[in-house]
């Protein structure tokens, strides 16, 4: 094995281990060299299937979720790992005018393909009625577990107002809701930009009452 293939090999293992963030590092690398056998490869790794790796780390912490299992997965199995990284903030002026900010959870460039819980990263964008642009990328931690993980995550949107997500619990909504962060989940994975385009088509028209409350208090 070349160390180039072993650098990806440890880069994957440690984006996939991010979105369980139940499971230490250490501790999920060891029992997956329990499962697959020693030296894992990337081979190895494609070999897994949904049902049996969500049952695997079931067994090691009850907490996880089927969506985290998946994402996880997804890394673990991805033809290219680089697929998994974070986009480039542009240089673009700070719009004009009153605007949303919008968090996004996001594991592949500019794209909504995060669950709350495990994503990778915040993506932040602001829009008006005529544009939107990315304005900044918040990597996500995973030195915290439980409802503890979902303080530290609702404090990292809770400058934003609306936040787009794969899915969230209701614990967590609930708790995103109560620091005024308008919850929207999408039923599957989508460029940001055609989310953020929706959002300027309703910042242009007609926005809901307590999208033009929002607005209006920036004068």
Not at 7 to 35: N, S
Not at 188 to 205: D, H, K, S
């Amino acid at each position: 094995m070349t160390q180039a293939i072993q650098d990806t090999l440890a880069l994957r293992l440690g984006m996939a281990a991010k979105a369980v963030p139940q499971l230490p590092l250490k501790v999920f690398i060891q029992h997956l060299v329990k499962e697959l056998g020693d030296p894992l490869s990337e081979k190895k790794l494609r070999s897994l299937n949904p049902k049996n790796f969500y049952q695997f780390l079931v067994e090691l912490n009850s907490d996880i979720e089927r969506g985290q299992s998946n994402q996880a997965l997804a890394i673990l199995t991805s033809d290219s790992v680089s697929a998994m990284q974070a986009p480039t903030i542009s240089n673009s002026p700070a719009l004009e005018g009153p605007v949303l900010k919008i968090a996004v959870t996001s594991n592949n460039e500019e794209f909504i393909d995060g669950h709350f819980g495990s994503c990778l990263r915040i993506l932040v964008y602001e829009a008006n009625a005529q544009s939107y642009r990315l304005c900044d990328v918040r990597e996500v931690e995973t030195h915290e577990s439980g409802m503890n993980r979902t303080d530290y995550l609702t404090d990292l949107i809770r400058d934003c107002q609306i936040l787009a997500t794969l899915s969230i619990g209701g614990p967590a909504a609930a708790k995103v809701t109560n620091a005024d962060v308008h919850p929207i989940k999408q039923a599957t994975p989508a460029p940001a930009e055609e989310f953020m385009q929706r959002v300027n088509t309703m910042l242009a028209g007609t926005p809901p009452p307590w999208i033009k409350k929002i607005l209006e208090q920036q004068g």
